[in-house]
């Protein structure tokens, strides 16, 4: 079935430190969406990108969609202590319905 | 405001006691499904619906029993809970597909003893 690595599984930087956490599926997915779940919380959805060699910027964050469609990047310019949480990945193969969503990386910023 | 609400937030049970986890969108979405999470096991599908009286497994169904008879509810229903089904809970909608945004609801964090 269908697969998708996050790398890395945890990430510490010095606040201001950029940040890219890495996403590979092992099937190429029809899109693939971003979530940020901060400690505590709920996974709340960042971006979709659905186009092959996609990139859209929000602010400090950069995502982008490779051209194969099997892998995607998420990139923090100068992070800041609000940036803390975990950054899944997720995407249905082909017609599938079940999304398969990374384990996630986990982004701790330090003051 | 638009918002998934799941109940009860915290709940510890024994086993083997039959247990229901209410979800509720007032989103009008076609589509609701239910995640566990599991520390360094991501998020894992276990059933989803994509409209009333239309339901399906995910990746992790076993143990698990679901129903959408109203559009804007999807409870989950575990008949005879294991300490194995201890984790965060999580219920999603989205407006026609699972190929659009999710929005997750707060979790339900549940420990069988």
């Known amino acids: 079935g269908q697969q998708v690595m996050q790398i890395p599984q945890y990430q510490h930087v010095q606040e201001g430190e950029d940040f890219t956490t890495y996403c590979n599926s092992s099937?190429?997915?029809?899109?693939i969406q971003w979530y940020k779940q901060r400690p505590g919380g709920h996974p709340v959805f960042l971006i979709q990108?659905?186009?092959?060699?996609e990139v859209k910027k929000q602010k400090r964050l950069t995502f982008q969609f490779g051209e194969a469609k099997k892998n995607s990047s998420l990139h923090i310019t100068a992070t800041q202590t609000t940036d803390v949480g975990t950054y899944f990945c997720?995407?249905?193969?082909?017609?599938?319905?079940?999304?398969?969503f990374g384990r996630g990386t986990s982004l701790i910023v330090h003051p | 405001e638009a918002q998934v609400t799941q109940n009860p937030r915290y709940l510890i049970t024994v086993t083997g006691k039959k247990l229901t986890v209410t979800c509720s969108q007032n989103m009008n979405h076609e589509y609701m499904s239910w995640y566990r999470q599991d520390p360094g096991l991501g998020l894992r599908q276990i059933y989803y619906s994509m409209n009333v009286e239309v339901t399906d497994k995910g990746d992790v169904p076993e143990g698990y029993k679901v129903s959408r008879k109203e559009k804007r509810n999807f409870p989950l229903i575990l008949e005879s809970p294991s300490p194995n089904q201890t984790s965060l809970y999580f219920c999603?909608?989205?407006?026609?597909?699972?190929?659009?945004?999710?929005?997750f609801g707060p979790g339900t964090r549940l420990l069988v003893l």
């Open positions: 999603a909608s989205s407006p026609r597909t699972i190929q659009e945004t999710q929005y």
């Open positions: 099937t190429t997915l029809s899109n």
């Open positions: 997720a995407g249905p193969s082909g017609g599938s319905y079940i999304p398969t």
């Open positions: 990108l659905v186009k092959s060699g």
